[in-house]
């Protein structure tokens, strides 16, 4: 678990991190925590019932909804929640074919941390948040920038 990822896959945080700092207004995957370690449910901030961007750290709402994903063919069978599934399973050590695609799409996000770089002052956390908290739910520590 958590060890030999690709060489150009390298979250920053864990699944149980990301949980516990608060993504996803802490609606994402609270059917299927039994697939998971106990451990990473501790002090997540979750909530069954719906999203609650004031769950997330940054306070803000950062994702697109689900019917979007499916119709840009972003969801995949075998991970119907996304991207965070994905690294989960990942995590957890899965290995598949939808790795590559996986992996491309969180490389992706570094046009993220060019922006905050040029637009915000270091660990400026209130430089934005939208911007902060989505390269959150993609496993970059964005508190850093």
Not at 54 to 80: C, M, Q, T, Y
Request: charge should be positive; charged fraction near 30%.
């Amino acid at each position: 678990m958590g060890k030999n990822f690709h060489v150009d896959f390298r979250p920053e945080l864990t699944p149980k991190q990301m949980l516990a700092l608060g993504v996803f207004g802490g609606k994402y995957m609270t059917d299927c925590t039994d697939e998971f370690p106990e451990d990473w449910f501790v002090r997540a901030k979750l909530n069954r019932e719906r999203q609650v961007p004031a769950l997330n750290f940054f306070g803000v709402n950062a994702s697109r909804p689900l019917a979007e994903w499916i119709e840009k063919g972003w969801i995949h069978r075998e991970d119907p929640r996304g991207w965070f599934q994905w690294y989960c399973r990942y995590y957890m050590g899965r290995r598949g074919p939808d790795d590559e695609r996986q992996i491309k799409r969180w490389k992706g996000m570094t046009r993220h941390i060019a922006q905050l770089k040029a637009n915000c002052a270091k660990e400026d956390l209130d430089c934005r948040r939208k911007q902060r908290q989505a390269l959150l739910h993609w496993a970059y520590d964005s508190r850093k920038i």
